[in-house]
């Protein structure tokens, strides 16, 4: 199968929107919980903005990326950056727990 496959093509489709499916209410979640009550509406304003930001920023330097490096730098950096978010959200997720279980919030 090639990447002109209607499988392929299918298959990454629904991969991509399971991930938006989960990770956004994920992300949202977390950033209500870290933000004080009086910062919770501004920090989620933010955020969405952000993530408007990273959808048209993204396809532009990626595109730019792949025309003068090729798709092995662009695959390189985005593997690198999804291992730099998930290991920052496990020490956030450690940190958020912390101060909970100081607290004696946790369940």
């Known amino acids: 199968m090639t990447a002109e496959s209607p499988r392929i093509v299918f298959a990454s489709a629904v991969l991509f929107g399971l991930g938006l499916g989960i990770g956004m209410p994920i992300i949202n979640s977390t950033m209500y919980r870290v933000s004080s009550p009086t910062l919770v509406s501004f920090n989620l304003n933010i955020l969405v903005a ?4 990273g959808f048209i920023l993204g396809p532009i330097i990626g595109s730019v990326v792949i025309t003068h490096s ?6 390189f950096s985005c593997t690198l950056a999804c291992a730099v978010s998930m290991f920052l959200s496990i020490l956030l997720m450690r940190d958020l727990k912390l101060s909970k279980s100081q607290k004696g919030d946790v369940k």
């Open 50 to 53: 952000m993530m408007q930001i």
């Open 70 to 75: 090729g798709f092995t730098p662009l695959f």
